[in-house]
T-cell receptor, first 116, second 116 residues
Framework: DTGVSQDPRHKITKRGQNVTFRCDPI?????LYWYRQTLGQGPEFLTYFQNEAQLEKSRLLSDRFSAERPKGSFSTLEIQRTEQGDSAMYLC??????????????FGPGTRLLVL | AQKITQTQPGMFVQEKEAVTLDCTYDTSDPSYGLFWYKQPSSGEMIFLIY??????QNATEGRYSLNFQKARKSANLVISASQLGDSAMYFCAMREGNTGGFKTIFGAGTRLFVKA
């Protein structure tokens, strides 16, 4: 078990370009979360998958953002027409379904995005 | 209104001393869970400890304990016998069981500096 992995670790792009991030959760984990973290702040929830179903999306997730989790394994987060305000750390976390409270979310190392 | 408030942007503690990191929360949901995470400079979020709203006893995990005062809506993290490796950002977080869906809400964090 190598933990949650994310790729790439760093991404620099120009405004208006599209970017895609990948998250590979811990293999037996059926829950997957995406968060965004800006400098000096805590992570903000973006979206949640249970297996392949996207069950919850934050209002932070504008129509430029789309996330998928085909076959309930890895997940991708795509940002279209990036803006400078999208610059942040994008964190992925996975967990095993143990009810809504006590689950432990295991986080990946994050993808740091810089939009020029 | 802020759901999670961490009023200490930074804290210093002498190695081997105990330190308390403050967290207050705001919810009208009777069912909720409270979490603490550590984020070293590498960026990865590490789960430390969990407290459920119906738990009668304060949670403990090794050198970490959670001072849960339900009536005051506080969930302070106590780290005993601080080590240099404890220097990191610490985030308090909450999930609301009936109203919050799958969203975990994080505070802004407290940066802990452990002095040798």
């Amino acid at each position: 078990d190598t933990g949650v992995s994310q790729d790439p670790r760093h991404k620099i792009t120009k405004r208006g370009q599209n970017v895609t991030f990948r998250c590979d959760p811990i293999s037996e984990h059926n829950r997957l979360y995406w968060y965004r973290q800006t400098l000096g702040q805590g992570p903000e929830f973006l979206t949640y998958f249970q297996n392949e179903a996207q069950l919850e999306k934050s209002r932070l997730l504008s129509d430029r953002f789309s996330a998928e989790r085909p076959k309930g394994s890895f997940s991708t987060l795509e940002i279209q027409r990036t803006e400078q305000g999208d610059s942040a750390m994008y964190l992925c976390a996975s967990s095993v379904d143990r009810g809504i409270f006590g689950e432990t979310q295991y986080f990946g190392p994050g993808t740091r995005l810089l939009v020029l | 209104a802020q759901k999670i408030t961490q009023t200490q942007p930074g804290m210093f503690v002498q190695e081997k001393e105990a330190v308390t990191l403050d967290c207050t929360y705001d919810t009208s949901d009777p069912s909720y869970g409270l979490f603490w995470y550590k984020q070293p400079s590498s960026g990865e979020m590490i789960f430390l400890i969990y407290q459920g709203s119906y738990d009668q006893q304060n949670a403990t995990e090794g050198r970490y304990s959670l001072n849960f005062q339900k009536a005051r809506k506080s969930a302070n993290l106590v780290i005993s016998a601080s080590q240099l490796g404890d220097s990191a950002m610490y985030f308090c977080a909450m999930r609301e069981g009936n109203t919050g869906g799958f969203k975990t809400i994080f505070g802004a964090g407290t940066r802990l500096f452990v002095k040798a």
